[in-house]
């Protein structure tokens, strides 16, 4: 693993630092999506997955949004904790025995990305609002909440027939 330094002299730069960071897991994210979902058993998991994968798409737009709302072209800083947590995902998609086991460790995988994600936009909403860029914390937070919802609806797939059909 590299370790890159970074220079940080006030709030802003660790502002662009986390937009750039969040900007690359989120593209970085539709590839996996897609993965996940070719390889869901459960058909509510495949439609999450899916579903996941468009709504992640309107994400990609609402950071370049973002960007260019404070005069700037989107930019990616390589997001090396994105990069750990899809090969962890590749692990369960690629993993051999029953589909539902699959299926229960392709949601755990998918959920340590939703509270990667629900982490970063709530700290970019915040610094949104210390760094006087009011009017994207909206924006931030409509994202930071349909994370949570994503995370739900993967805990409801997982307790109302997943883990319970990889359990036998």
Known sequence: MFFFSHTFNN???VFWHIMEDTYDAEIRLTTALQKMADAATSQD??????DHLQETQVHIQRLEDCFRRCGCEPERET??????LIG????????????HARDAAMIAAAQKVEHYEIA???TLRTLAMQCNKPEL????EQTLQEE???DLRLTGIAESHVNAMAQH
Not at 88 to 99: I, K, L, R, T, Y
């Open 148 to 150: 949570k919802n994503t």
């Open 79 to 84: 997001c090396e904790a994105m990069k750990g």
């Open 45 to 50: 998991l495949k439609q999450a997955f899916n």
């Open 120 to 122: 970063a936009y709530g």
């Open 11 to 13: 709030l802003e730069d």
């Open 88 to 99: 962890e995902g590749n692990e369960s998609v690629s993993a051999e025995g029953d589909p």
């Open 137 to 140: 914390a909206p924006i931030f």
